[in-house]
C-alpha cells in the first residue's frame, strides 16, 4: 500500500519476493477482487498455497440471499456460510468478477467520480491572509478565505471513508464528508444546507473552532501529511451562501409551547435555532444591547467580523426568534417570573462564564490593569479604537502592554493590544509547548510582533505617584512534575525576579460563571467553581430549566457550547412533547 515507501502493484512486491527464493507456506490475499485474482495468477507458478477471503462480496452473512455465491472446484460456495475464506487456485475468477460487476455502474460510479478528482498532496492548501506588517495595523479580517479554486483543491483530498472519523471528532456531529463531496461537485448552497442541518453557525465555526484538536484531528489524511482543511471549507460554503443567497429562511408551523432561552451566546443561539425549527416560539434573553455574546464582546473583528455574527442573528429572527436585548435575567426579571407569570413551559440558561479571574497579587487594582473581558469588550464590542466611539480605552500607543495569560483570549488582547499601537509582551509561566491557545493564533500573535515572554509570572504590578502602573515584578519558572491537568507543573526559580516595564496590564486568566442567576433562583444547584449542575440531558435542579455551554462548563470552545445547546433543544422537546 505504499506505506513502506514502495510504490505499484501488490503483484509487483510479492513476486519480487518470491523471485528472490524465499520459502513460504502460505500466502493470504483480501481486498479487491481484481487484486486477489491476479495475486493468485502470480503464485499459481510457485505452488504457495494461496488463500483468498471473499468477505468484501457478503451480503447479510447469515445464508438468507445467496447473494455472496460463487464457484470454487466447480461448485457454487457461498462466502458466508462455506467460507468467506477459500483456495485462491479454486475460486473461478472470471465468473466471480463479472458476478461482482453486476451493480457496478450504479454504487461505484460516485466512489469513480472522486477518485477521479482526488488529490493526493500531502499539505492542504494554505490560508490567504492580510500581510502580518499591515493586518497589525487595522482590525479588518486576518485571514481573508479560500478561493473556489482553492476550495476544489482541497475538498478534492478528501479520502471518503467509510467510517467517517472526522464526523465523529464535531462536537455538533456536522457530516463533514458529504458537504465536502458538494464542493467538489461545485453544489456550494447544497454543500451549506447539509452543514446547516446539524449546525446553526457555519460562518462562525468555519473562523474560529479549533478543529485542529476535533473533526481535523480525526481526518485519516493527517496520519501521513495535513488533515483535510474541514474548517476552510466548511467558512468558504458558509461565505458563498451568505454572498448568493436570497431565499428566507422558512418559518415551521407553531407548536403552542412557549421557551425562554437565558443569553445569545453559541450555546443559546444554538438551542434557540433547533427549537424554532420545530415550531417552539422562543424569546432570547441578551443582557447586553447586541445579541451574539462572546462572539460580539469576547472574539475581535478580525478574526469574526461582527456582520457575519448578525447574519447568523438575523437569520434566527427571520425564523420567528424573538431577541430582548437589555434584559439581564437576574435583575431585570427572573427565571420564576419568566416561567410562573410569563407562560413560559421550559427554560435554557446559556449565560456563559463572564466572571473574571485575578491573580490576587499586590498592584491589580492601579490604573492601567484590565481584565481581559474589559479590555475586549471596550474594543470588541463598542469599538473604543475607532475615533468617533463613546467608550474610552488607554491610549496604547508607544507604550508597553503585559498580557498575562497563554490561551486564545490572552492573544485576542494581546493581538488587539499591537493593532492599538502597542509594544505587547504575553507572559506566561510554561513554555511555548504548553500555551494553550490554538497553534495558528500562536503564529499569527508572533508574525503580528507579539514577544513572547514564557516560564515567566508575575508576582506584583507596581504603580507610579498617580497609581498607573508603570512595571511589573515577574519571577522565573521551570517545569516540574505533571500536575493534575497532566501538564508539567511551573515551578519559581528562586532569586529570579525581575521588573519589566510596562504601562499596563491585561489579566487573561480564564473566567467562571457569573452567580447572578443562580443566585436569584431558588433550588438551582451549582458546582464549587460555579458551574450550574446538570445531568446527561442537560437538566438543572429545577424541573423544566436546562442549562448548557460555558455557564455549566466554564470557559470553553464555541463549537462545544454549540453541541450543549443542541442537547438542551432536543432534551426540552423531549419534555414538552411528552407534558
Known sequence: DGSYGQKGLVTEALKQLLDEGNQYDEIFAIGPMVMMKFVCKTTAPYGVPTTVSMSPIMIDGTGMCGGCRLTVGGETKFACVDGPDFDGQQVDWDLAVKRNQMYHERTVGYSIHLQQNRNMRLDKNGMPSQDPNVRNKNFLEVALGYTEEQALDEAARCLHCKNHPCVDGCPVNVRIPEFIAKIVERDYEGAYQVI???????????????????????????????????????????????????????????????????????????????????????????????????????????????????????????????????????????????????????????????????????????????????????????????????????????????????????????????????????????????????????????????????????????????????SMTCIEMELGEPDASGRRRPVEKKGSEFELPVDAVIMSLGTTPNPLIKSTTKGLEVNKKGGIIVNEDGLTSRQGVYAGGDAVTGAATVILAMGAGKLGAQSIDEYLSNK
Open 196 to 470: 446547516h442541518q446539524t449546525s446553526s453557525l457555519p460562518a462562525v465555526c468555519g473562523r474560529v473552532c479549533p478543529q485542529e484538536s476535533q473533526c481535523e484531528m480525526h481526518c485519516v489524511r493527517g496520519k501521513k501529511g495535513d488533515p483535510v482543511g474541514i474548517g476552510r471549507l466548511e467558512r468558504f460554503v458558509a461565505d458563498w451562501h451568505n454572498a448568493h443567497s436570497t431565499e428566507a429562511p422558512e418559518k415551521p408551523q407553531p407548536n403552542g409551547h412557549k421557551v425562554a432561552v437565558v443569553g445569545s451566546g453559541p450555546a443559546g443561539l444554538t438551542c434557540a435555532g433547533d427549537l424554532a425549527k420545530k415550531g417552539y416560539e422562543v424569546t432570547v434573553f441578551e443582557a447586553l444591547h447586541l445579541a451574539g455574546g462572546v462572539l460580539v464582546y469576547g472574539i475581535p473583528e478580525f478574526r469574526l467580523p461582527k456582520s457575519i455574527v448578525q447574519k447568523e442573528v438575523d437569520g434566527l429572527k427571520a425564523m420567528g426568534v424573538k431577541v430582548e436585548t437589555n434584559t439581564v435575567v437576574g435583575r431585570t426579571i427572573t427565571i420564576d417570573e419568566l416561567m410562573e407569570e410569563n407562560g413560559f413551559e421550559a427554560v435554557f440558561v446559556g449565560s456563559g462564564a463572564g466572571l473574571p479571574m485575578f491573580m490576587h497579587i499586590p498592584g491589580e487594582n492601579l490604573k492601567g490593569v484590565y481584565s481581559a473581558n474589559e479590555f475586549l469588550t471596550r474594543i470588541n464590542l463598542m469599538k473604543a479604537y475607532r475615533p468617533d466611539s463613546d467608550t474610552p480605552i488607554m491610549d496604547l500607543k508607544g507604550k508597553k502592554v503585559a498580557v498575562v495569560g497563554g490561551g486564545n483570549v490572552a492573544m485576542d488582547a494581546a493581538r488587539c493590544s499591537k493593532r492599538l499601537g502597542a509594544d505587547v509582551y504575553v507572559v506566561y509561566r510554561r513554555g511555548m509547548e504548553e500555551l494553550p491557545a490554538r497553534h495558528e493564533e500562536v503564529e499569527h500573535a508572533i508574525e503580528e510582533g507579539v514577544i513572547f515572554k514564557t516560564l515567566n509570572n508575575p508576582v506584583q504590578i507596581n504603580g507610579d505617584e498617580q497609581d498607573c502602573v508603570k
